[in-house]
């Protein structure tokens, strides 16, 4: 405010180098983030799931880093904007899908889901993990694990599962694929985007939070020299 005051240089001039300075940590952050652990918890798609899921994690480092920057142009005190953020993060973090499916949401609610910025990120690493058609998550006798019948021997699971086939009039063996990515993210209600519209999305929300970033500045800070 006080060097603006003396018009050293233009509030677009400080959005574009705030941003700027801001990505190389961004990269560095996501890039250390996604390679302790996409190997490590064992995710899906190679180089290419990699480099994607380094892209999207990015991409959400640098709409929260444009969100939060925002809020300090609207809200100047430092302790006041550190509730507000994780109050706003936190309500995010529930209506994006992970605790709640879409479908589970209220109707008076499910306009937070949609301007949630973990729902975009989320929705796009599901898909980059289950997007493979020809891979199987269940077969056979695996659907009763977890369930009370998990426990019973493995050949009673084989005669329960010809017993369920004369049932539907249709063959289930312990072999048979019952649960495919695209069930699974059926399930969780991921049919909104693509995974790169959700990259895309999320890439958005940063442009829009640091151009309202500009307009706080520019209305919060007038020339004030007297």
């Known amino acids: 405010m006080r060097e603006t005051a003396y018009n050293a240089y233009r509030r677009s001039s400080y959005v574009l180098s705030h941003a700027l300075t801001a990505l190389p940590s961004l990269i560095f952050l996501s890039f250390a983030f996604a390679a302790t652990t996409f190997w490590a918890v064992g995710l899906d798609g190679g180089a290419s799931g990699f480099f994607f899921y380094f892209g999207i994690i990015f991409a959400s480092f640098w709409a929260g880093n444009s969100f939060v920057s925002f809020l300090s142009g609207v809200v100047p005190h430092v302790m006041l904007g550190y509730v507000i953020v994780v109050a706003i993060l936190a309500y995010f973090l529930l209506f994006s899908g992970f605790f709640i499916n879409r479908d589970r949401i209220p109707d008076y609610w499910i306009w937070?889901?949609?301007?949630?910025?973990?729902?975009?990120?989320?929705e796009g690493v599901l898909q980059n993990e289950f997007e493979d058609p020809t891979k199987c998550f269940i077969r056979g006798v695996q659907i009763f694990d977890n369930t009370p019948l998990g426990a019973v021997p493995n050949a009673m699971k084989v005669r329960l599962l010809q017993t369920i086939s004369g049932s539907l009039g249709m063959t289930i063996t312990p072999s048979t694929c019952v649960t495919t990515g695209a069930d699974?993210?059926?399930?969780?209600?991921?049919?909104?985007?693509?995974?790169?519209?959700?990259?895309?999305?999320?890439?958005?929300?940063?442009?829009?939070?640091?151009?309202?970033?500009?307009?706080?500045?520019?209305?919060?800070?007038?020339?004030?020299?007297s």
């Open 112 to 122: 937070f889901h949609y301007i949630s910025l973990v729902k975009y990120p989320y």
């Open 184 to 225: 699974i993210l059926q399930q969780q209600g991921v049919t909104d985007l693509s995974k790169w519209g959700c990259l895309w999305v999320t890439v958005a929300w940063g442009f829009f939070f640091r151009i309202l970033f500009y307009f706080t500045l520019l209305l919060g800070s007038k020339n004030k020299r």
